[in-house]
């Protein structure tokens, strides 16, 4: 199985470049899938740097309805004329930051006859991938609505973000079994109290530190290390993590946490 980061917050080769968003392309011996694309056609850039024809991919999954993840979706369906695009249900009702700015997929994207809407909490993409959903079950922590608003409903009133629309990838290979989360919204060790029945080894995404002050290091991320240190799983975090956040989980869990850049691929 092979992960390339096509596109990230940070790039390991001069020939990809770098912006706010994530993109991951999986290989596997039967199928390539398409994780997110980024913020803009920039990831389709890095592909075709990195020698990726994204006209093989057979389907893409976008894990949210923000824009620095959907973004180079409409360059992909300019670039591959037959791929499915999977979203949750809900990932088109207009998302604000913190800040108030609105982040939300571009009207043209969610237009798109390409989009099938998941709304079931398990979807089997093929034999070897399942979009997974975490309903809300209960779990480590409450969800952190990170300050960002959403509306309900088109016109509504916006209301505190729940992250209904984000959905993960469970891939499976052989023995290897594989968590891609795109910004982990809805709560890193939620994922990893509810994902710890599937058997998963590696994690790959963001995991949505990059907020938290460092005032709360001490009583938030030293929390969360140790959690995650619990799980025999090997994380691969990036994007919304966090410079900072990253580096303060790094000396807690050492060779668990691995950083994931633009132009990078891990082999498993």
């Known amino acids: 199985m ?9 790039s390991i080769r001069p020939d990809c470049c770098a912006e706010h968003g994530l993109s991951v392309l999986i290989e596997t011996e039967r199928h390539t899938v398409l994780f997110d694309a980024g913020a803009s056609a920039n990831f389709a850039r890095n592909a075709e740097a990195l020698g990726v024809d994204l ?12 824009n620095d ?5 409409i360059e992909f369906v300019r670039l591959n004329p037959t791929a499915p695009l999977y979203v949750r249900d809900s990932f088109d009702l207009k998302h604000f930051n913190r800040k108030g700015k609105d982040i939300s997929i571009a009207p043209e994207l969610s237009a798109s006859p390409r989009i099938v809407r998941v709304s079931t909490e398990r979807l089997e993409l093929n034999e070897q991938m399942t979009i997974v959903h975490w309903g809300g079950q209960p779990g480590v922590r409450a969800i952190d609505t990170c300050g960002m608003t959403a509306e309900t409903a088109p016109g509504s009133a916006l209301t505190p973000e729940q992250f209904d629309h984000e959905q993960y990838l469970l891939v499976a290979e052989g023995e290897k ?16 109290h509810w ?10 995404g963001g995991f949505h530190f990059k907020d938290v002050p460092e005032a709360e290091y001490e009583s ?15 994380y691969y975090s990036c994007h919304c993590t966090g410079d900072v956040p990253f580096a303060y989980l790094k000396e807690r869990l050492g060779g668990q ?6 132009g990078q ?3 498993l």
Do not use: W
């Not at 092979?2 to 940070?10: C, H, I, V, W, Y």
């Not at 006209?55 to 923000?66: I, K, M, Q, Y």
């Not at 938030?220 to 090997?234: F, H, I, M, N």
């Open 2 to 10: 092979k992960l390339t980061a096509l596109m990230e917050n940070a």
């Open 69 to 73: 993840h959907s973004g180079g979706m």
């Open 55 to 66: 006209r093989r991919v057979e389907a893409a999954v976008l894990s949210h309805g923000h």
């Open 257 to 262: 946490l691995q950083s994931f850049h633009a």
């Open 195 to 204: 994902a710890r029945s599937e058997g998963v080894q590696t994690v790959i």
């Open 265 to 267: 691929t891990i082999v």
């Open 177 to 192: 079994r594989v968590l891609l989360t795109g910004c982990s919204h809805r709560g890193i060790l939620n994922i990893m």
């Open 220 to 234: 938030r991320l030293s929390d969360a290390a140790a959690e995650l240190k619990k799980y025999p799983v090997t």
